[in-house]
């Protein structure tokens, strides 16, 4: 008979899976002031038909810009719009810019430069939908110059992907690189972005690649994009190439360093997670339930480090910052129970199986109290064992049937 749990088993039970803190890549940045009156003052200009010309954003474009001129009667319409848009009357404005689009009589210029401004308005108003819906009108019309045509363009395709609009983005992301020749990193990288959520992992590694290389400094939100693209391609030693150069760069910011300890583990170097969460422990960084339990579970995983779990686990009990939950009194027990401390594995364990969403903590704390010769304790958790339910009741009963008050 076995009476005690088995190595395996019980360690799997505490394992608990490590995952990366990775900051949210940005999909759309809103505009900060400057932005906003500088895009303001460019939108005035253009509605007055302004003959000053702009540099032009896309050179390699394939597109030929047309004319970009207001009618007479179109002209005082759109300055409308914009005298609204300028206070900041978003409802008026959006007024004027539907009424001007619906009306076909009103020329490809204009009706594509009211689309663009409703587009700015739904996205001010956070209506992205309703944007993206702007966005095509505007293209559509095909009536505004390269920067502004490839300015809507390129918006439309983050505002998809803000919208979980995966496979539109990538087709709108590619349009755009296609009809632009485009090479800029900030263009480069949404259509990475796409192919990331889109799981199709090995061309999204490419694509970020590509966009970081083309940048002088890339952006971490990057950096973490690609290192997420190949874990998820199983490119582990890859993937830490990158989180160590991002942790060596900024050593005191913690999220970095977890993120390097989560990849090292997710690659099966749980060596070197556990040196990278031991610096970041005796930094006093360990504030969260989370940081302790992914220590924890990386020693339970390595062979020989069962003391040194227990040494984490009882640190973060006693700090009130590890929840004092089922799962860390058992990976307590554990440990304990491997490492040779069989005493205080029966304590584990006693507050463990109370906390057990079943009957097979109790059966193995009965297991470990029989194997100390403690048959009537033994006895007490065989039968709470069967009371909160095994899979083999037989083996509780054999307790049961020891010899033994």
């Known amino acids: ?35 906003r009156n500088a895009q303001r003052r460019a939108n005035k200009e253009s509605s007055k038909g302004s003959t000053t010309k702009a540099e032009n954003q896309f050179p390699n474009a394939t597109r030929t810009a047309p004319d970009a001129k207001a009618s007479s009667k179109g002209g005082a319409k759109l300055q409308k719009m914009m005298e609204f848009y300028d206070k900041e009357k978003a409802a008026e404005a959006r007024a004027v810019a539907d ?23 739904a996205y001010d108003g956070d209506d992205s ?22 300015g ?14 995966y496979a539109d983005s990538l087709a709108t992301a590619d349009r755009f690189l296609a009809e632009t020749k485009s090479t800029k990193p900030e263009h480069l990288i949404v259509r990475g972005n796409a192919l990331y959520r889109l799981e199709r992992y090995p061309d999204a590694a490419k694509a970020i690649k590509e966009a970081i290389d083309a940048s002088p400094e890339p952006k971490v939100e990057w950096q973490q994009l690609l290192m997420a693209s190949y874990i998820e391609n199983n490119q582990g030693a890859d993937a830490a190439k990158i989180a160590e150069a991002i942790a060596a760069k900024t050593p005191n910011d913690k999220r970095a360093q977890m993120n390097v300890a989560a990849v090292y583990s997710q690659a099966d170097m749980l060596d070197k997670a556990a040196v990278v969460l031991e610096k970041v422990r005796a930094a006093g960084q360990f504030t969260e339930d989370k940081d302790y339990r ?14 040194e779990a227990a040494g984490v686990i009882t640190e973060g009990l006693e700090k009130g910052v590890l929840k004092p939950d089922y799962q860390a009194y058992v990976a307590l027990a554990q440990s304990y129970y491997f490492s040779d401390q069989t005493a205080k594995s029966i304590d584990a364990y006693k507050k463990a199986a109370p906390l057990a969403p079943d009957g097979e903590t109790y059966l193995n704390l009965a297991r470990v109290l029989w194997q100390e010769d403690r048959i009537p304790e033994a006895k007490e958790a065989a039968k709470q064992a069967i009371a909160k339910g095994v899979k083999k009741p037989d083996d509780a009963n054999k307790i049961l049937a020891l010899k033994g008050k």
Do not use: C, W
């Not at 395996?8 to 400057?34: C, D, H």
């Not at 819906?133 to 009536?143: D, P, S, V």
């Not at 809507?152 to 609009?165: H, R, S, T, Y």
């Open 152 to 165: 809507a363009m390129f918006m439309m395709a983050q505002l998809q992907l803000q919208e979980d609009q």
């Open 129 to 150: 939908k309703a944007a993206i819906a702007y966005l095509k009108q505007a293209l559509e019309f095909n009536g505004l110059d390269n920067n502004g045509h490839f």
């Open 1 to 35: 008979m076995n009476k005690q749990p088995t190595r395996r088993s019980t360690l799997l039970a505490a394992a608990i899976g490590v995952t990366l803190v990775f900051g949210a890549v940005s999909q759309v940045n809103a505009q900060n002031m400057a932005e």
């Open 99 to 121: 009424e001007i689009i619906a009306n076909t009589a009103f020329n490809a210029y204009e009706r594509s430069f009211a689309a663009q401004i409703g587009a700015q308005l």
């Open 294 to 307: 992914q220590l924890y579970a990386t020693y339970l995983n390595l062979d020989g480090k069962e003391k």
